[in-house]
């Protein structure tokens, strides 16, 4: 079993910044390949970004060049770095892992809210 805590969400106003941090608790399997995404209302969850425990990185459309993942293996955390953000990056953003995709794990998921 994999507990995802996530933290980091709040209010800004368009064009600030954001840090997202989420830490797991489980087998190293199930942390393999760790990321986040976000559903806002009225639509389906979609891909930011994704992050294997060797390093390979995956964004999701709309977010590259402004959002940026890393994670501490050590610590078994990912980090989600959100810049110039805009109001429909208003979203729950949730933290996901697993040994492949789709992801077997979620966390409760953080509200991100973008407007001034």
């Known amino acids: 079993q994999v507990q995802l805590v996530e933290s980091g969400g709040g209010l800004v106003q368009p064009g600030g910044s954001l840090r997202l941090s989420c830490t797991a608790s489980?087998?190293?399997?199930?942390?393999?390949?760790m990321g986040w995404y976000r559903q806002a209302p009225g639509k389906q969850r979609e891909l930011v970004s994704s992050?294997?425990?060797?390093?390979?990185?995956n964004y999701g459309d709309g977010v590259k060049g402004r959002f940026y993942i890393s994670r501490d293996n050590a610590k078994n955390t990912v980090y989600l770095q959100m810049n110039s953000l805009k109001p429909e990056d208003t979203a729950v953003y949730y933290c996901?892992?697993?040994?492949?995709?789709?992801?077997?794990?979620w966390g409760q998921g953080t509200q991100v809210t973008v407007s001034s």
């Open positions: 996901s892992s697993g040994s492949t995709l789709p992801p077997d794990y």
């Open positions: 992050i294997t425990r060797g390093g390979n990185i």
């Open positions: 489980g087998s190293i399997s199930s942390l393999y390949r």
